[in-house]
Nanobody, 126 residues
Framework: QVQLVESGGGSVQAGGSLRLSCAASGRTFSTYLMGWFRQAPGKEREFVAAITWRGDSTYYADVVNGRFTISRDNAKNTMYLRMNSLKPEDKAVYYC???????????????????WGQGTQVTVSS
């Protein structure tokens, strides 16, 4: 089992920045990739970004590309999401997710992930 804990959410004005963190514990040696998803009120959970634990491959949703940066520290089993130029439409609960050792090309599909955190709230005011 793997446990994921998100932190770093908060309330900011439009144009501001936040950095989210996701700390993984447990059987983290099996990690293939980790990703960020978000869910706004009344919306389905959507893909934000992902990063492989080996090879430095990153993936971004078009709506955040150029504003958000995903990174990871393998030794600390921690993933980060730096969010710049935040917009009101970025308001959502942000979830950390982890996939085990099997490779996948469908990094934006929530069903490809094995473990999920509880989420951290991001609020952006106009």
């Amino acid at each position: 089992q793997v446990q994921l804990v998100e932190s770093g959410g908060g309330s900011v004005q439009a144009g501001g920045s936040l950095r989210l963190s996701c700390a993984a514990s447990g059987r983290t040696f099996s990690t293939y990739l980790m990703g960020w998803f978000r869910q706004a009120p009344g919306k389905e959970r959507e893909f934000v970004a992902a990063i492989t634990w080996r090879g430095d491959s990153t993936y971004y949703a078009d709506v955040v590309n150029g504003r958000f940066t995903i990174s990871r520290d393998n030794a600390k089993n921690t993933m980060y999401l730096r969010m710049n130029s935040l917009k009101p439409e970025d308001k959502a609960v942000y979830y950390c997710a982890l996939r085990g050792p099997r490779r996948t090309a469908a990094v934006g599909n929530p069903g490809e992930y094995d473990y999920w955190g509880q989420g951290t709230q991001v609020t952006v005011s106009s």
